[in-house]
């Protein structure tokens, strides 16, 4: 049994917003699919490009990904292999519509999914939106930025407060549509009663602090609501500067 919340906005800046989010769990399941079997599925996928492309790139990827509900076969052996192809088509859908048609050449989107089945949480993700886990009043971030910072990080050139104030921290080293090189990173660990599960794009991460993240988290304890609103809040009172979308997944006994 679970529970989740979401909120999503523009930002104080940006003209629209290309972040999407979709999701699929046994009360939320208009397209009937087998969620006893797939289990529950939650996506936050940040887009990117002129002319509107970023939106499109995002709702694409996020449409695109329930086709999981449609794969002839899931086991805990299959489902790596199962999502990394999915991802695949995702990134291939999507490179394509963005050469069919010229006003969405060179659009993009991250792509970060978590799924909840029998017990355990799967995770396949590219780019740099995150997925947290909140877990004894810990928070570890699951997910690795695939950023030019992030590589700078891991050979040494920056420290993470460098990195945290570096003006190239958003520059992408992989993404959904860009080209047809791909690294999908991948996780899977067991789900305990009170484990939280937070995805975001970065315009939540890169305004608010992971310290900063937890302490609305805590505060808020098990109110998933409250904490998603006073999450976007703070993002916004930092300056909104990109598109915002939070979700939290609250696992139950």
């Not at 076969?73 to 519509?97: G, H, M, P």
């Not at 460098?162 to 992408?172: D, G, R, T, V, Y």
Request: include cysteine; proline fraction near 2%; glycine fraction near 8%.
């Amino acid at each position: 049994m679970l529970t989740f919340c979401y909120k999503t906005d523009k930002g104080a800046v940006r003209p629209n917003n290309e972040d999407s989010l979709i999701y699929r769990t046994l009360h939320n399941n208009p397209d009937n699919f087998d969620i006893s079997k797939y289990g529950s599925l939650f996506t936050v996928a940040d887009g990117m490009g002129g002319h509107y492309a970023g939106e499109i790139a995002s709702k694409m990827a996020c449409k695109n990904i329930l086709n999981y509900y449609k794969l002839d076969s899931i086991t805990d052996d299959s489902l790596w292999d199962e999502l990394k192809r999915l991802y695949f088509k995702i990134n291939n859908n999507v490179l394509q519509r963005s050469f069919d048609v010229p006003d969405y050449n060179g659009m993009g989107t991250t792509l970060s999914t978590l799924i909840i089945r029998e017990q355990k949480a799967w995770i396949a993700h590219v780019g740099d939106s995150r997925i947290y886990r909140i877990r004894d009043d810990i928070m570890d971030q699951i997910t690795y930025d695939h950023t030019e910072v992030q590589r700078l990080l891991d050979e040494g050139f920056y420290t993470k407060e460098q990195a945290e104030k570096c003006s190239i921290k958003n520059i992408l080293t992989q993404a959904i549509g860009v080209d047809q090189r791909l690294n999908v990173f991948t996780w899977s660990g067991k789900v305990l009663p009170g484990d939280r599960f937070l995805l975001c794009s970065d315009g939540l991460h890169d305004m608010v602090s992971d310290d900063e993240i937890l302490s609305v988290i805590l505060y808020n304890s098990g109110n998933i609501k409250k904490t998603c609103l006073h999450l976007l809040d703070k993002a916004l009172r930092a300056g909104g500067r990109d598109n915002i979308t939070v979700m939290m997944v609250l696992i139950l006994g």
